[in-house]
């Protein structure tokens, strides 16, 4: 009894910050989404009266086209960034040399810091009318100012973060499967790759599913990137809930589009790491 409640006397601050800097926000930020929006006032009224019509316009189909392009962005860029950051991972994890471990693992932590505007600049200059763009757009037959090569400018700045994330993310995950189980396949005959796929990635699985889910939740959440590199032919959700707070002062819709936003992510991470969690169960 005496433990438990010393535990609770622990847990009570950091209990007190979440609920005074994160619940309660979210909940103030649900109501507001059902004020009605009255147009010539900022911010929501008083006694403004609670409606749908917030969540309700959120059917037109040019809010689910913005639904979709973060979603299937942010989903291509995430798997692409597992697909590079899982063969970085594995050479820093399975190197001989610590130093060599520790300049990589530097190099990584130092680009999660790096300031997201010199990435995104860095790249719309590379990229621009004055750097490459032409050749690439040559080189994937696609018009230099075309949806699509925005697009793939997007994937570009998303992947800044998602390699150098999911990289770290999966060095102790693979350090921790055994390699003697790989030399103990390829001493039965097995090719070297494919003892990798059929022991080595299973059995890094679980870090693979934590990597994706961290690199998915912060494309979505992603402002900077697709405001700037997107060139207003690429807009997410952040975007357009950053505009109906800052430039319509239309709060009540902004924050419809949060908690929409918000329980759909929720709802993806949840039914990912259910999915997950039942196949290997069944292994």
């Known amino acids: 009894m005496t433990s438990r409640r010393g535990l609770l006397l622990l847990l009570a601050p950091a209990g007190a910050v979440f609920v005074v800097l994160l619940v309660l926000p979210l909940l103030n930020l649900a109501e507001q989404s059902f004020r009605l929006y009255i147009p010539g006032h900022v911010g929501v009224q008083p006694d403004a009266p609670y409606t749908l019509a917030n969540y309700t316009q959120l059917l037109d189909p040019a809010y689910l086209f913005y639904f979709y392009d973060t979603f299937r962005l942010s989903l291509v860029a995430s798997v692409i960034g597992l697909a590079v950051g899982y063969p970085i991972a594995f050479y820093l994890a399975r190197h001989r040399s610590s130093r060599v471990r520790l300049a990589w ?24 009318p004055i750097g490459f763009l032409r050749d690439v757009a040559g080189l994937l037959g696609l018009e230099s100012n075309s949806t699509a090569m925005t697009e793939i400018l997007v994937i570009f700045g998303l992947l800044h973060y998602n390699i150098p994330i ?27 790759l494919g003892a990798h796929l059929s022991i080595t990635l299973p059995l890094s699985a ?9 690199c998915y939740t912060l494309s979505l959440s992603a402002f900077v990137i697709p405001m700037i590199l997107g060139k207003g032919r690429v807009t997410f959700i952040s975007n357009l809930i950053y505009d109906r707070f800052g430039m319509v002062a239309n709060y009540q819709s902004g924050a419809a589009l949060s908690i929409i936003m918000l329980g759909l992510s929720l709802v993806i991470i949840y039914g990912i790491t259910r999915l997950a969690t039942a196949r290997w169960e069944q292994a």
């Not at 999660?112 to 990229?127: G, I, K, N």
């Not at 999911?166 to 070297?192: K, W, Y």
Request: charged share 10%; no cysteine; net charge positive.
């Open 105 to 128: 693992i530097g190099f990584l932590v130092v680009m999660l810091f790096l300031s997201v505007l010199v990435r995104v600049y860095s790249l719309a200059l590379t990229f621009g």
């Open 166 to 192: 999911s990289a770290l993310t999966l060095i102790g995950t693979i350090q921790n499967v055994n390699p003697r189980l790989v030399d103990a396949a390829e001493s039965l005959g097995a090719l070297r």
């Open 206 to 214: 679980r870090g693979i599913v934590s990597a994706f889910l961290i």
